[in-house]
């Protein structure tokens, strides 16, 4: 079993950053790929970033490109997204999730595991 814990969501205004964490524990030593998936009010759940457990691949939305990082520390079992530049229409609800594979990284059903979320608001 793997337990996702996110943190770091919050209420900013545009142009600010926020960083989110992503913190797994259980057996998160066999989960190959790890992401950030957003989920606004009224709007189905969409992709946000990827990576690679071994940090080599990282995949991102085209709408976040060049204002999101993704990143992981595995020495603490924790999956990062910094967010720059936040615009209102980044507003959601973020969700960390995890798969054993590297597959379809963007791909919802991909992931078996799933945190609780946090939200993120930022104001025009």
């Known amino acids: 079993q793997v337990q996702l814990v996110e943190s770091g969501g919050g209420l900013v205004q545009a142009g600010d950053s926020l960083r989110l964490s992503c913190a797994a524990s259980?057996?998160?030593?066999?989960?190959?790929?790890m992401g950030w998936f957003r989920q606004a009010p009224g709007k189905e759940r969409e992709f946000v970033a990827a990576?690679?457990?071994?940090?080599?691949?990282?995949y991102y939305a085209d709408s976040v490109k060049g204002r999101f990082t993704i990143s992981i520390d595995n020495a603490k079992n924790t999956v990062y997204l910094e967010m720059n530049s936040l615009k209102p229409e980044d507003t959601a609800v973020y969700s960390c999730?995890?798969?054993?594979?590297?597959?379809?990284?963007?791909?919802?059903?991909?992931?078996?595991?799933w945190g609780q979320g946090t939200q993120v608001t930022v104001s025009s």
């Open positions: 999730a995890a798969q054993p594979y590297n597959s379809s990284p963007s791909r919802e059903r991909a992931y078996g595991y």
């Open positions: 259980g057996r998160s030593f066999n989960m190959l790929t």
């Open positions: 990576i690679s457990w071994n940090r080599f691949n990282t």
